[in-house]
């Protein structure tokens, strides 16, 4: 019984070391979905960026690819058109969604590093859909203030998904809600937030998990009190909370 328990517990800990984020409790069953739904289908081009990222010292970043296989049938099915992203990386949810909208299509994407975008960005030139979007690099509050301030920009965004950082998601969404359309939905990723969310506040964290618990929670608790737009959180990933705006 005590080696049973052993294995169960390097099992455990091996699990929390594995990079692609999912809150699935077995290893096995997260790569059977993978290797049996996400893998077969996944684009070339999206496959050549994960495994590209996955070379890269950040990689915990990067969105799952199960994650990237629902953002792309999800945009599909709410038949989005003009989008944004705040929180780029190396590209993979954009190359998602990119592959997802239409050939007119637009993508405002913002991110503090354009270096990162600039690993994926060959990529996404390859898979021929570059055109569809405008990044900009720097904090993304600021050209929200602004939108926002010019008028022009409310109510006109079918989708926004946001995988940034999570001590701001509260201040991004009391812009977002503006900019969204009604019936358009946001994203906010990282809402479970590695399970830390149900942990005891003792419990042995890594250092920036520990950090942005506390945001990750003031969030989810703000969302579900928020009665302008209705909500579904998601263990897929890391955790995504769609946010359909209805008033």
């Known amino acids: 019984m005590a080696a049973t328990g052993e294995t169960e517990q390097k099992q455990n800990l091996r699990h929390q070391e594995v990079g692609h984020k999912s809150l699935l409790q077995s ?21 050549e960026l ?3 990222t996955a070379k890269h010292p950040w990689n915990l970043m990067t969105t799952s690819a199960d994650e990237g296989q629902f953002l792309n049938m999800l945009l599909k099915l709410i038949n989005a058109k003009n989008t944004m992203e705040i929180g780029v990386y190396t590209g993979y949810s954009l190359l998602a969604t990119a592959l997802a909208i239409p050939d007119d299509g637009k993508i405002l994407a913002m991110d503090i590093n354009r270096e990162n975008y600039e690993i994926g960005l060959p990529i996404i030139e390859k898979a021929g859909v570059a055109h569809k979007i405008d990044f900009r690099e720097g904090p993304a509050l600021p050209v929200l203030d602004q939108m926002i301030e010019d008028g022009k ?7 926004v998904f946001v995988d940034a950082d999570k001590d701001n998601y509260i ?8 900019l969204v359309k009604i019936g358009g939905l946001i994203g906010y990723d990282n809402t479970l937030w ?20 506390d ?18 959180m998601l263990p897929v990933g890391d955790g995504i909370t769609l946010c359909r705006r209805v008033s």
């Open 27 to 47: 290893d096995a069953l997260y790569q059977y979905i993978l290797e049996t739904s996400v893998y077969p289908r996944e684009p070339e081009s999206m496959k």
């Open 194 to 213: 590695n399970g830390s969310v149900v942990a005891p506040p003792d419990a042995p964290m890594r250092k920036y998990v520990r950090y942005y618990r």
């Open 153 to 159: 920009y409310h109510g006109t965004f079918d989708f």
């Open 215 to 232: 945001f990750v929670l003031e969030l989810n608790k703000a969302l579900a009190a928020d009665p302008r737009i209705e909500i579904c």
């Open 171 to 178: 201040n991004y969404h009391k812009r977002l809600i503006d």
């Open 50 to 52: 994960r495994e590209v």
